[in-house]
């Protein structure tokens, strides 16, 4: 008799490399260097890798000074830094990131990314789109990223500016704003 049930492979991404459990601690090394696709809207790289069409988790390199200009996504973003400086612009206000922190963005809400040091992040989204897929974020106008009353924080350098006001012509180098 034939079995019918289909078996499917699993598939597993090494994305960095065991270096041990030392004095009770995981250790990991993460490349901070470039990865194989641009990506579109951006200087930055990144590389598929899990997906089953809805749900794919992606890793994302940033070098320093590049960043996502205020977008929205089709779907909602759970991002874990793995590596470097960053930060997360969300509401009219500039977070700073760093390795070993995790937050979630939901799609529709314009927020900007940026990298202070090289910055390696893991994206999880649903639904998913290829790294490379222009799709997979719309840019949206720096008034969209602001707070509800016009105002721009900057929880890094302590700056502020209300729009019309960028940040950068206050000396703010976290600037999200496409002129930067």
């Known amino acids: 008799m034939k079995n019918n049930t289909k078996t499917e492979e699993l598939d597993i991404k090494q994305w960095a490399d065991d270096l041990g459990i030392t004095n009770g601690l995981q250790q990991l090394a993460i490349s901070l260097k470039e990865r194989p696709h641009k990506m579109a809207h951006s200087n930055a790289t990144g590389e598929g890798l899990v997906t089953n069409g809805f749900l794919g988790v992606d890793i994302i390199r940033l070098k320093a000074g590049d960043k996502f200009v205020p977008h929205t996504h089709p779907g ?53 789109k290829a790294v490379d897929d222009p799709e997979r974020m719309k840019v949206v106008d720096y008034k969209e990223i602001i707070s509800k009353i016009g105002d721009m924080h900057c929880l890094i350098c302590k700056k502020d500016a209300t729009y019309p006001e960028m940040l950068h012509k206050k000396g703010c180098k976290h600037c999200p704003c496409d002129k930067c």
């Open 76 to 128: 909602d973003h759970l991002l874990i830094v793995v590596g470097g400086q960053g930060t997360i612009t969300y509401n009219g206000n500039i977070y700073p990131t760093k390795a070993g922190q995790v937050y979630m963005v939901e799609g529709r809400i314009p927020h900007g990314v940026g990298a202070i040091t090289d910055h390696v992040i893991l994206a999880v989204g649903a639904p998913h």
